[in-house]
């Protein structure tokens, strides 16, 4: 089986010998060192053989000197491929050009078709698509996947609810749900306004019912605020109380903030590898070069080569390295305050009704122990106290 690899490369020819001197002629083939197979006598002056390409000038004097005549026959092997490969070299390469032309076409970006958003918002969605290079004519290899194009058109697009995105062959599809208006309050059954906290009326404000309370009372949690009945005893009316009951309400936090951190950042620094994917090898085919980052994070992604509709048995891998450096903060005594405040405004923020606002606040305790500030604070809130209680047959 090595042997005839070796022929195969190497090349080898048939020949035929006709004459009265074959069994001389091979003979002294034999005593030259010539290798030959496959002889095959045909009559008593004709016999057929292989020989290797380069022993062919090896066969002319023992053909001269046993007056024997020497006709070629066939030709095979590597040399004459490659003989033959040159001569359609044109073809060849018009081939595979037209076959690169047709994998580099069906990896392009050849359509984005948006469905389900108003022309405002799909204006906004194209013009998103356009900063993160997604359009007509780019490749479909040098753009993020589908679940990364999601993610950044929901938080870049505010109008947005959610949105599909696919991509089916050359084609980008998107599927955007808006955000919807606000669906109509359904019908209140009668009820009255209690209080859901303790608070200091500050503002009176009753569409419906019968108010209880004054400007300046001090209520407490589940106290009658507007009375879903009014009119006289006898000929009262049952109605669902609504309205707003501004009252000032009392909250602390307490808020730990080290003078030293020290974090990790990208600072802007990256490198992309494209690299030529085929059973699980990858071949770098752009991007050369050593990584010299110290620090750093790499993401990998992976877009199928296709040709056509259907998809290759290669990818294209982009790995995008970002470099990071560690950072340290160091706040000055009144940094330090000053951030603890912001931090606690953050977090009495994130308990506070959309529409309650921050009157006053007011540091109750503050010190720095093992290089932390510690501060308690006390805030004043302005807000909507009021919900509804359903009215109880027999109230």
């Known amino acids: 089986m090595k042997n005839q690899w070796i022929h195969t490369f190497s090349g080898t020819v048939k020949v035929k010998l006709t004459g009265r001197g074959i069994e001389r002629f091979l003979n002294q083939l034999t005593r030259n060192g010539v290798s030959i197979w496959n002889v095959k006598k045909h009559g008593s002056e004709a016999v057929t053989f292989y020989v290797n390409l380069q022993d062919v000038k090896k066969l002319r004097i023992p053909a001269r000197d046993s007056h024997c005549k020497i006709r070629f026959l066939e030709r095979a092997g590597g040399p004459f491929f490659l003989k033959k490969l040159w001569t359609n070299s044109g073809f ?94 359904e019908a209140i059954g009668p009820r009255h306004l209690v209080a859901k906290k303790k608070a200091a009326i500050v503002k009176i404000f009753v569409e419906k019912g019968d108010p209880v309370v004054e400007v300046n009372d001090f209520v407490q949690p589940g106290q009658l605020l507007v009375s879903g009945l009014y009119g006289k005893e006898n000929e009262q009316k049952v109605v669902a109380a609504t309205g707003e009951i501004l009252g000032e309400t009392w909250y602390s936090t307490k808020v730990e903030l080290p003078l030293k951190s020290t974090f990790q950042v990208y600072n802007g620094n990256e490198k992309r590898i494209y690299s030529l994917k085929i059973a699980g090898k990858a071949i770098p085919v752009w991007g050369f070069g050593k990584n010299e980052f110290k620090e750093y994070e790499t993401e990998v992604s992976e877009q199928p ?41 953050k977090d009495i923020k994130n308990t506070l009704p959309e529409n309650a606002i921050i009157k006053g606040e007011k540091i109750l305790h503050q010190s720095i122990e093992n290089d932390k500030v510690r501060l308690i604070t006390h805030f004043t809130i302005i807000e909507d106290i009021a919900e509804g209680q359903p009215i109880i047959q027999g109230d």
């Not at 007509?136 to 949105?163: C, H, R």
């Not at 294209?316 to 009144?334: D, H, L």
């Open 92 to 185: 060849l390469a018009g081939a595979i050009l037209f076959f690169a032309l047709i994998v580099l076409l069906s990896n392009m970006v050849w359509g984005i078709e948006i469905n389900g958003a108003s022309p405002a918002t799909e204006y906004q969605i194209r013009k998103e698509l356009d900063k993160m290079g997604i359009g007509v004519g780019k490749m479909q290899f040098s753009i993020d996947n589908v679940e990364s194009i999601q993610k950044e058109l929901t938080d870049k697009v505010g109008a947005l609810t959610w949105i599909g995105v696919e991509l089916k062959g050359t084609t980008y599809h998107f599927q955007a749900v808006e955000k919807s208006e606000p669906e109509k309050a």
């Open 305 to 345: 080569i296709k040709f056509f509709k259907w998809e290759l048995p290669a990818k294209i891998e982009k790995r995008t390295i970002r470099e990071r450096e560690q950072v340290t903060r160091i706040y000055t005594r009144e940094e330090a305050i000053e951030s603890a405040k912001e931090l606690a405004r």
